[in-house]
């Protein structure tokens, strides 16, 4: 049987064992948190993660909030970062109103220096409050935020749903913390790892989002929701973390998703839904499939997902867009093959000559669709970028919405196990304009780690300086703008 592991940390702070005697045997009211992050939704659509932790809690008769930092703050944007204390100021003040017993905080990579600033105010103004963090940096760099932030307590590590019940309903019956899978934490001097919780097999099991839960929601107000239907990937490209964040894929039966969009059009009167899967065209059939019911409900839906050159025909999406699909987006990441081979795409000329082909067929058929390019691979030369950069300029001409960027190293990345290894090595990008999503709020503050601002770093190229390498974009960003 596996066993809890530990290693010595300093001890800071209030002690773990005296917050968890405070929980003991009580309905511990619990408030999960997401920084704002400004992803562009206008009106915000509120974060799924922390949803499906809240419902699942709820179902099970926990008293618990769900405060989505971009609906408390939802008209300011990141680009104005002298609003940062602001935004904390308005997410401190929601989370106290509803006095919490345990703070549960889930970030991304690019809202992470949102979270570590407000997990410490708020261990300041309440230190003998619990403080759970989850999400990418939990997952993928648990030592380094046990060491950046001694404020945080416990660590939720990949899945959380149930992760989370089970910490909850041990804290509540005085168990043991080592028997709850999936979880770090402390423990004096020590850090203690606990062995990994078996992934959720049948994601049918997941509740539909009690969206009630969350404060400043409001119906009428949100005319666009977004929906998962799947977690994992088949894939291994090497900038991505979604294998290694869900593992293997697991996927939403079709009656279940149509159940889910069923729901949210009576409960809410949504009728227009973004499915957030990494990938969601896994196959042509599961495709076909979807758009067949949907079709058979006569449910007049709009929708729009993410697809894969090579797991896509054209002919299956204008099937999609005869059902609602308004947007398909997929990445096409580079014209060179030696690129596309590092990438760790199966048969790179096979799909680049897909991808130009999907393209064409886009732009004679009037496809609506977004195509992703990528550059500053440390392989790639000046003409291997350039290249890339006439394609997607030549498309552009023709109307096609194509986004290009910098190449960004990502904690749970195959790309960031080459950087812990010491195989590539990160340079800070000069253009601000180049920083993608590093804008954030407190963003500034912490960006000289690369673990927590990743997208103020590019992986030094072998063939040309970073400052050429920017450049060779913004030279293309001039010329289309």
């Known amino acids: ?46 974060n799924l993660g922390i949803g499906y932790i809240g419902t699942v809690l709820h179902q099970h008769g926990h008293p618990v909030h769900c405060i989505d930092g971009n609906l408390i703050s939802p008209g300011i944007s990141t680009e104005q970062s002298h609003l940062a204390e602001t935004v904390l100021k308005e997410s401190i003040e929601a989370i106290e109103k509803t006095e919490p017993d345990i703070l549960g905080v889930g970030s991304w990579t690019t809202n992470f220096p ?47 749903e149930y992760t989370m019940l089970d910490l909850v309903q041990t804290l509540q019956r005085g168990g043991r913390l080592e028997d709850v899978k999936g979880i770090m934490y402390r423990q004096g001097n020590q850090i203690v790892e606990t062995p990994g919780r078996e992934l959720i097999r049948d994601l049918n099991q997941l509740p539909f989002i009690n969206y009630s839960l969350f404060a400043g929601f409001a119906s009428h107000a949100s005319p666009c929701l977004r929906i998962l239907t799947a977690r994992g990937c088949p894939f291994r490209c090497v900038f991505c973390s979604c294998k290694a964040f869900w593992h293997k894929i697991r996927m939403r039966s079709v009656e279940n998703i149509i159940s889910e969009i069923k729901y949210l059009r009576d409960t809410h009167g949504v009728r227009a839904f973004g499915i957030c899967d990494d990938l969601f065209a896994v196959s042509e059939n599961r495709v076909l499939q979807f758009c067949k019911r949907l079709r058979q409900e006569q449910l007049e839906i709009s929708w729009s997902f993410n697809a894969r050159i090579d797991t896509l025909s054209p002919s299956v999406a204008e099937v999609a867009l005869q059902s609602g699909a308004t947007s398909i987006k997929f990445g096409m990441e580079s014209t060179s093959i030696k690129t596309l081979k590092f990438i760790d795409k199966g048969k790179p000329a096979e799909y680049l000559r897909k991808a130009e082909e999907w393209i064409e067929y886009c732009l004679s058929h009037n496809v609506p669709c977004n195509v992703s390019t990528i550059v500053g691979f440390p392989n790639e030369t000046k003409a291997d970028i350039e290249n890339t950069l006439k394609l997607v300029r030549r498309f552009v001409d023709k109307g096609l919405k194509m986004y290009t960027g910098l190449l960004i190293c ?67 960003i001039g010329a289309v703008a």
């Not at 105010?121 to 932030?149: D, H, M, S, W």
């Not at 416990?154 to 899945?159: A, D, F, K, S, Y």
């Not at 090595?425 to 912490?446: E, M, P, Q």
């Open 410 to 476: 990502y904690p749970g990345t195959a790309l960031w196990g080459m950087y812990e290894r010491g195989e590539i090595k990160l340079i800070k990008i000069r253009n601000k304009i180049l920083r993608r999503n590093s804008s954030g709020f407190f963003a500034g503050k912490y960006e000289h780690l690369p673990e927590c601002v990743p997208n103020a770093w590019m992986v030094r190229n072998e063939h040309l300086s970073g400052p050429m390498v920017e450049q060779l974009l913004l030279n293309w």
């Open 1 to 46: 049987m596996m066993r809890a592991r530990a290693e010595t940390l300093k001890e800071t702070g209030i002690g773990l064992k005296s917050k968890l005697k405070s929980l003991l045997r009580k309905k511990n009211k619990i408030t999960l948190f997401f920084p704002s992050s400004n992803p562009g939704n206008s009106p915000p659509i509120p």
């Open 114 to 160: 949102l979270a570590a600033e407000l997990i410490t105010e708020f261990a300041r103004r309440f230190p003998g409050k619990l403080i759970v963090l989850g999400g990418y940096q939990a997952t993928f760099l648990p030592r380094f935020v046990l060491e950046f932030l001694p404020q945080v307590d416990i660590l939720v590590r990949g899945e959380g």
